[in-house]
């Protein structure tokens, strides 16, 4: 892995499995356990602007949060205020005030409305763009990145005062065209998931609530991307060594 690290967190709090099946909610004393323990091992949380600037420390990282859920206002934003940690959350523009409806096992959950963007924004978090709706964009036709992309950014800038500087494509998917589009509508950076590719598809390490501290370690680690990969050609041989290593429990 070059470059910090960059952790992909979705939303905060405690749901049970039956709730929340994608495992999307780490408990607030999770968060607020995994955030002071990188401090204390002399970790650097970087802003945005300290991100895209470049020249971080070699122990430095960014904290992401996808989907703008409600709950991240309650119960996220509280443990970033007392550590004194920034972070970068990802909100969806065009379902500002809705639910979570692209996920038909949980489309119910709650996402903050424009005024919940501002007080992001006004906490000091960096508030970017998400897309308008969650769709799948390889493939996509030239209105949906459009309307994903462009507009999506539009809407935000209105709400936030400012353009968005950083795009993270739905379900961390992205092709050539995706690329493209975030590149020439002016974002400084765009984040994935697992697949990298350059500065406009940079790979991201997600954090879940079945994490035990001892899975949240081995993910700060440098080769931990690799490893990642080489796994994922054998889902069940990664998921027998998560079950082995320890997952945390659920409600």
Request: charged share 25%; aromatic share 8%; net charge neutral.
């Amino acid at each position: 892995m070059s470059g910090p690290l960059v952790l992909m967190y979705h939303a905060v709090g405690t749901r049970t499995a039956a709730h929340d099946p994608h495992n999307l909610f780490v408990p607030p004393e999770n968060l607020r356990r995994q955030f002071r323990s990188l401090l204390d091992h002399g970790w650097t949380f970087l802003t945005l602007d300290e991100y895209v600037r470049g020249g971080a420390p070699r122990r430095s990282v960014l904290l992401t949060f996808d989907d703008g859920y409600r709950s991240f206002l309650v119960e996220g934003l509280p443990v970033l205020r007392e550590l004194g940690v920034p972070a970068t959350v990802f909100v969806l523009s065009g379902l500002l005030g809705g639910r979570s409806r692209w996920m038909p096992e949980m489309p119910d959950e709650p996402l903050v409305d424009a005024d919940g963007v501002r007080e992001l924004a006004a906490a000091g978090l960096d508030v970017e763009c998400h897309g308008w709706d969650h769709p799948r964009l390889p493939g996509a036709d030239a209105e949906t990145l459009a309307r994903n992309v462009v507009h999506a950014a539009d809407v935000l800038a209105g709400l936030t005062g400012r353009r968005p500087r950083a795009y993270a494509y739905p379900y961390g998917d992205h092709d050539l065209a995706a690329r493209r589009a975030v590149a020439a509508a002016g974002f400084d950076v765009a984040f994935s998931v697992h697949e990298g590719d350059g500065r406009f598809a940079v790979p991201r390490v997600d954090i879940t609530s079945i994490d035990t501290d001892v899975t949240f370690r081995l993910k700060t680690w440098r080769s931990y991307p690799a490893l990642r990969r080489l796994s994922g050609h054998a889902p069940a041989v990664r998921s027998g060594l998560h079950s082995l290593i320890g997952r945390a429990p659920r409600p």
